[in-house]
């Protein structure tokens, strides 16, 4: 177990700048996920740690140790990648114990490490299988037994469980949560995939262009994105965003979208540097009132898809479209006007010249 420091860490490739002056900690038994488009920087990111890349700039440290030009085999850290690679022709147990033989473990010793691997990871019948007899669920078992057989002081994961069918990568997400329960092994693990990150993660890292945007805990940056891209990234169906301008009339704040005033606390409009803002509102915190209640705002049904526990409703609000999550249609159909209103406090505004999020709570962090 072991803490990892990046101090602007910076690395190129020609002209692509994919890790951009990265500061960032990875706290000793984090399950810290790094979330973030194609291309932003994540695999590169791992890499560094690994030592399979060198950086441009800055300071990596594991523990205490300056990082930078430490070999991969001297870092006693074990990656994942995508792709399992696991060798073919050699049983479950025989590609589980490799690393171990090539360190030259004792048999008998390597044959309870292997178990007690195998038991963890609920593979025990099936080490004297070729990877080709198994599913890909029970292949990426053994490709974590191969990584967790060395006891690493740190995990890097790269997308593990993208190869795998939605329904196994739902169920490996929870197994590999309680791996981490009781073993506490340090862990970044990188993931496109915002779900992923909001269940996995003890605190999740988000990228974008090789810049970090934000970290936090997974509510936290639910809560409170620190930017417009970090609220449209995190959240499915998206974040609604609406362009508006901050007015004043009589000493009372409105954001005014054009179709509709919204009024707003003179905190939050006395935090923009700029009177064009943009309001944020997740699809499920508006609330749906039959009748025009006060600064209600009223929208047409366009298109409702039920999901079951839920329906998800395509609102046009005067030629802007809007995405709603509704608990109960009972009583809506397709084309009916409603009166939406939200509620203040679930309310995101971002200023739009910045593209940052005015009136973040004091204890949530941008960055750290
Ligand atoms: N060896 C390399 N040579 C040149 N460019 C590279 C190299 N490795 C990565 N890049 C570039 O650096 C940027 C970051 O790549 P990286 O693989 O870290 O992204 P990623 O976030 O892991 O993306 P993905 O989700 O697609 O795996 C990209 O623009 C990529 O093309
Ligand atoms: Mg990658």
Redesign the pocket.
Same mark, same amino acid.
């Given at each position: 177990m072991v803490e990892v420091r990046f101090e602007g860490v910076t *690395?190129r490739?020609?002209k692509?700048?994919?890790?951009d002056n990265l500061n960032l900690n990875v706290e000793d038994g984090d399950f810290l996920v790094?979330l973030?488009?194609?291309?932003?920087? *994540?695999? /590169? /990111?791992?890499?560094l740690v690994a030592g399979l890349?060198t950086p441009d700039a800055g300071n990596i440290y594991i523990g205490d140790v300056l990082a930078n030009e430490l070999s991969p085999k001297d870092r006693n850290v074990a990656m994942v990648f995508?792709s399992y690679a696991l060798y073919p022709y050699m049983s479950v147990f025989d590609n589980i114990a490799f690393p171990m033989k090539l360190r030259k473990m004792p048999k008998k010793e390597l044959r309870k490490r292997v178990r007690e691997v195998a038991e963890l990871l609920k593979i025990e019948n099936l080490l004297n299988r070729k990877p080709r007899q198994l599913s890909g669920g029970q292949q990426q078992r053994v490709a974590l037994g191969r990584a967790w057989i060395r006891e690493p002081q740190l995990f890097l994961m790269?997308?593990p469980l993208s190869n795998l069918d939605a329904k196994l990568r739902v169920v490996m997400r929870t197994e590999l949560r309680k791996l981490h329960h009781k073993l506490n092994i340090t862990t970044i693990y990188?993931t496109?995939d915002q779900e992923e990150a909001m269940t996995l993660g003890s605190r999740i890292a988000i990228?974008n262009k090789?810049i970090l945007q934000q970290v936090g805990t997974p509510q936290q940056v639910y809560e409170y994105p620190a930017n417009v891209f970090v609220a449209g990234f995190i959240g499915s169906p998206a974040m609604n965003m609406l362009k508006g301008t901050l007015v004043e009339k009589n000493g009372e704040f409105f954001m005014d979208a054009g179709v509709f005033q919204y009024p707003v606390s003179p905190e939050i409009a006395k935090e923009s540097s700029s009177t064009e803002v943009i309001l944020g509102v997740r699809p499920e915190d508006f609330v749906i009132s039959s009748k025009k209640a006060p600064h209600a705002i009223k929208a047409k049904i366009e298109v409702m898809e039920p999901l079951g526990r839920e329906s998800i409703l395509s609102l046009d609000l005067g030629g802007v479209p809007l995405t709603l999550i509704a608990k109960s249609t009972v009583g809506l159909s397709t084309g009916d006007d409603i009166w939406i209103t939200f509620d203040e406090k679930k309310l995101h505004i971002f200023d739009e010249k910045t593209q940052k999020r005015l009136g973040l709570p004091k204890h949530v962090k941008v960055a750290n």
């Open positions: *690395k490739f020609g692509v700048v994919a890790v790094l973030g488009p194609s291309g932003c920087g *994540k695999t /590169t /990111t791992l890499r890349e995508q790269d997308e990188v496109h990228q090789g």
